[in-house]
């Protein structure tokens, strides 16, 4: 009896222990998820911040770009951190405001404003990363 007793108290501390251990997985995973979304957050903002400083005439070499091109590499980073590290329904919306980040700061600008442009990009990210993290 003192065996089976013995031998029922250690699996059941067993399994405590794993579910422990996947608790705190989780939990890590989850933190290095939310850091992931935060860093292409200001990543993007960093983008847009070069998008709405672009000049209207530039040239590879000039201070303009050599602030735009650090920023769309780390926004580029950051977005395939996303795809790497998130929820894949979380990838398409990353992917859709970082090629509109992406058009706002190398290409010519259509009329309308630059945020009217980006907004329904961002707040579709922002929606499906809010819906993933909770």
């Not at 091109?69 to 977005?79: S, T, Y």
């Not at 951190?81 to 405001?97: D, F, R, W």
Request: proline share 4%; glycine share 4%; aromatic share 6%.
């Amino acid at each position: 009896m003192t065996y089976l007793t013995q031998r029922t108290t250690q699996r059941t501390a067993d399994r405590a222990e794993e579910q422990r251990r996947a608790a705190v997985r989780a939990e890590e995973r989850r933190a290095e998820q939310i850091r992931t979304v935060l860093e292409f957050i200001r990543c993007a903002l960093e983008a847009e911040g070069v998008a709405h400083a672009r000049p209207h005439q530039w040239a590879v070499g000039d201070d303009w770009y050599g602030t735009a091109r650090p920023a769309m590499d780390g926004l580029r980073i950051a977005e395939k951190s996303i795809e790497l590290l998130c929820a894949p329904g979380l990838h398409s919306p990353t992917t859709a405001y970082a090629r509109a980040l992406n058009q706002a700061v190398w290409q010519e600008r259509d009329e309308g404003s630059l945020a009217e442009r980006l907004e329904p990009f961002k707040a579709e990210f922002l929606a499906v990363a809010r819906h993933s993290l909770t």
